[in-house]
């Protein structure tokens, strides 16, 4: 017969176990959990606005047949269109035009003191600067390889026909 | 509703025998390939960038533009998935408790049936369309122009790539010897619409090929493969490429006997799940690609 003293410390010690194998076996919730629930109901929004320009109406756009440089098509989508430059078979950078209607990538050219053939520019990150056009379509280079500096990402935005972009509604 | 992306890259395996096999691939296509898992991870290596904010906004991007079904990177992610179950589905029943497991090659050798040229040059066949189609959905149609995509689809590089030297040695070569191409062409030319119904890889990925039925099908993979033979050709012959080479190289990182060619490439069909692997690599980089660009 057990003690009701020993009854109850077991209890204690089963129950302090049973919090030790379920604290130990839920995971700590992923830091992109909550995006995840947002956006994966089934009245989840639409991640690209229905307004939005087409991607292949950004090709014409992009800079071509640039000397010492291939650049090859890479993504077309909703909104969205995206060009490789390489250099010696090797990526060295990443051309974008994205339409920002309906995301806040537009906001952080808000406070923007840079500018880049006349429209206001922003470094992001390490490796990105962009402008944006029109309010509303960011052209975005990407640098790939540290030999494609700060300098040449700026330079490469203004060999996109901007003035074309600007045109388009 | 799959697994949220970050899962699925976050869980993809660091070792096993499709990351072994994969890595045996490395001499046809030096250092392209490093078996890049965790989603963090890719978006650093990707990106090139470190702050822990960026790369959060970069993540819910990604995360943003996978969950809409419209944008189709979920139907890549199915046809990846599909395409590697239905090819291995041919394993006999004896074999699908072990699939995870670390198997020896001699030890289940008793289990492993060949599979017969033609069901494998169909496989083979479907496959390379899957890789077009998945292609389309997570990159839409590059360019302007039918040369622009074909330069996009050249670019291949990275973990895609690799996934392509798979297709080539491990569904072509190995198990069909070095005139893959031309079996695998005259073996399409000679399959009727409804043999093409019974192939278990095609009934797998069936939905997602173009064509009004499965005649307009048949003809749309076989055009594919027209098309896409002279790449796959100098693939080999550029690589120097030859079924004892690559079984060769096979051998260092898996156990399997070179003189059981046939066997060894049942025993890839069950076991290597490159496609999957892969797939999910690729479509978590233009993910972040597209997401880096938009943010």
């Not at chain 2, 990106?47 to 991007?61: P, Y």
């Not at chain 2, 892969?278 to 880096?292: C, D, F, K, N, P």
Request: hydrophobic content about 40%; overall charge negative.
């Amino acid at each position: 017969m057990i003690s009701p003293r020993w009854r109850k410390a077991l209890t204690a010690l089963m129950l302090s176990l049973v919090l030790i194998v379920s604290a130990c076996s839920s995971q700590e919730p992923s830091r992109y959990s909550q995006i995840q629930e947002e956006t994966s109901g089934r009245n989840a929004p639409a991640a690209v606005a229905d307004e939005a320009v087409q991607g292949s109406n950004f090709n014409q756009f992009f800079p071509r047949s640039v000397a010492g440089y291939d650049i090859v098509p890479y993504q077309e989508k909703n909104g969205f269109a995206e060009y490789k430059v390489n250099q010696d078979g090797k990526n060295v950078a990443m051309l974008a035009i994205n339409d920002t209607t309906g995301t806040p990538a537009a906001a952080k050219f808000q406070n923007s003191e840079m500018s880049i053939a006349g429209y206001p520019a922003v470094e992001q990150g390490q490796n990105a600067t962009a402008i944006l056009v029109n309010d509303r379509f960011q052209v975005k280079v990407l640098s790939r390889d540290p030999a494609f500096t700060k300098d040449d990402r700026a330079a490469w935005i203004e060999k996109f026909d901007l003035a074309g972009l600007a045109d388009l509604s | 509703m799959s697994k949220p992306i970050y899962e699925l890259v976050d869980q993809l395996p660091t070792g096993g025998i499709t990351v072994r096999a994969l890595k045996s691939l490395d001499f046809i296509v030096p250092g392209q390939w490093q078996n890049l898992v965790g989603f963090d991870n890719t978006i650093r290596a990707v990106t090139g960038e470190t702050d822990e904010a960026l790369i959060q906004q970069i993540g819910e991007r990604a995360i943003t533009l996978f969950n809409d079904k419209s944008e189709g990177y979920q139907r890549a992610l199915w046809l990846y998935q599909t395409v590697d179950s239905a090819s291995g589905m041919l394993g006999t029943a004896a074999l699908a408790g072990r699939i995870g497991q670390d198997v020896s090659f001699l030890g289940i050798l008793k289990h492993l049936t060949p599979k017969p040229e033609k069901l494998q040059s169909l496989d083979l066949c479907v496959k390379l369309v899957v890789e077009l189609v998945a292609f389309c959905q997570i990159n839409g149609i590059p360019g302007d122009s039918i040369g622009d995509f074909l330069a996009a689809l050249g670019d291949y590089a990275g973990e895609s790539l690799m996934r392509m030297a798979a297709l080539t040695c491990f569904d072509g070569l190995i198990p069909l010897g070095p005139s893959f191409i031309d079996q695998a062409l005259s073996v399409l030319k000679q399959t009727s619409p409804s043999e093409l119904e019974k192939n278990q890889t095609f009934i797998g990925v069936n939905e997602l090929i173009p064509g009004s039925n499965s005649s307009g099908k048949l003809k749309f993979i076989t055009e594919s493969f027209e098309s896409t033979q002279g790449w796959m050709s100098s693939f080999v012959s550029n690589n120097g490429l030859t079924r004892e080479r690559v079984l060769d190289n096979l051998q260092k990182f898996v156990d399997v006997s070179k003189d059981k060619a046939d066997y060894v490439g049942a025993f890839l069909d069950i076991y290597v799940k490159y496609y999957e692997h892969t797939g999910i690599q690729t479509l978590a980089r233009r993910l972040i690609e597209r997401s880096v660009a938009e943010i």
